[in-house]
């Protein structure tokens, strides 16, 4: 195997035409240099240099090395200004997946201030709902996850293998039409909704809703499905049903003919930031994940009703 060290020793002596003359280009001894000639040498099988007295050639092997030497040490110096680039923040790419009111709530806030913080970082979005996110980091095609469960859940993700950055707890909220008999009601048991017509979110928000209505004894109506909220608040500000959204989704659009209503008995959803061990030590992982943490304690100052993720 050729290391670099003796690429850079056998260049300086075929630049300076002594080992002497390199010695003191390298900042070594000149014994140091013949050593390190002869190791060169035994590793390639083949004579580099011909002694002749005082004076030195290389050989027709040592001339096509020492031409080679000068791109591969020139690469490893661009590989190691890069390297340091990325270790200071100077650089560096992360990709990051996020569902989609996480992408337009915690993310551009968290962008914004990364950027702010270490311009050259770049970072590039796709949005996925878990376990679909989740997938995709253990798949190696992103560097970060934006995930959500929910709390007692029937079928709880399994993150052993991951980094679990805890960002907040986002509580779902009843919506219903701004002249429905509820909308002024300070919160609201969902067995009193099991009459009305329903609009269901994301498939697996769905399933929760599903989940919880029939633990309060009823199974919803389920007129409209869609997984585009602005699509569920337009339809129950049509007066088309009612529905149960996160917070964090509400917050994502502007509700306009609806009114939110806190939903007995409480059920939240754990916000977390995943990423595998390996990468939560690269610099640029790592600061992105601090900025998600910073996004989410802002997100729990602008609304009371959404709590950090290690409180509860």
Not at 73 to 78: E, F, K
Not at 91 to 100: I, Y
């Amino acid at each position: 195997m050729i290391e670099a060290r003796h690429l850079r020793v056998l260049r300086a002596v075929a630049t300076t035409g002594s080992f002497s003359a390199a010695g003191r280009e390298l900042g070594c001894t000149q014994p140091a240099v013949s050593q390190q000639m002869k190791a060169l040498e035994a590793s390639v099988g083949t004579p580099l240099l011909v002694r002749s007295g005082r004076e030195m050639r290389l050989t027709e092997a040592g001339e096509a090395l020492v031409r080679h030497a000068s791109g591969i040490l020139a690469g490893l110096t661009a590989a190691e200004e890069e390297v340091a680039a990325i270790a200071g923040l100077r650089a560096g790419r992360v990709r990051l997946v996020s569902f989609p009111s996480g992408s337009s709530t915690l993310v551009p806030t968290a962008l914004a201030a990364l950027r702010a913080a270490h311009p050259g970082t770049r970072v590039s979005l796709e949005e996925a709902e878990p376990p679909r996110s989740v997938e995709l980091l253990r798949e190696g095609d992103c560097d970060l996850a934006l995930a959500f469960r929910y709390e007692g859940a029937a079928v709880a993700e399994e993150w052993d293998d991951l980094v679990v950055r805890p960002l907040l707890m986002d509580r779902l909220v009843a919506l219903v039409p701004e002249r429905h008999p509820l909308a002024r009601a300070e919160s609201v048991a969902i067995g009193e909704l099991a009459r009305e017509p329903w609009i269901a979110g994301c498939p697996r928000c769905r399933s929760q809703l599903v989940e919880v209505c029939e633990s309060a004894g009823f199974t919803p109506r389920i007129d409209f499905a869609t997984d585009d909220y602005p699509a569920v608040v337009g339809l129950v500000g049509a007066g088309l049903g009612v529905a149960v959204l996160p917070q964090l989704a509400v917050e994502s659009v502007r509700p306009r003919g609806v009114r939110t209503v806190n939903l007995e008995p409480v059920v939240r959803r754990q916000i977390v930031a995943l990423t595998l061990p390996d990468l939560a030590q690269v610099p640029t992982v790592a600061a992105t994940l601090e900025q998600l943490a910073r996004a989410a304690g802002r997100e729990q100052r602008y609304d009371g009703r959404v709590t950090r993720g290690d409180d509860g």
